[in-house]
């Protein structure tokens, strides 16, 4: 049970650690976006913030 939880957790923390490396990668491309191209990349961030609170949700569930 305790291995199950750790492999949820080290998924996680990968796919949050994905996440913020693309992100970076993300920001440095913004700087040099036009207006619409920021409208559209701030939706993408918005969809993955919810992604990922709807992820810890659930990891938080099964950690109970």
């Known amino acids: 049970m305790i291995d199950d939880r750790l492999a949820i957790l080290h ?34 961030i918005d969809q993955q913030r919810q992604q990922l609170e709807h992820l810890l949700e659930n990891v938080k569930m099964v950690l109970k």
Do not use: C, D, G
């Not at 650690?17 to 491309?29: A, D, E, I």
């Open 11 to 44: 998924k996680v923390i990968k796919w949050a650690l994905m996440f913020y490396n693309h992100f970076l990668t993300q920001q440095k491309r913004y700087q040099q976006e036009t207006p619409e191209q920021r409208s559209t990349e701030k939706a993408w």
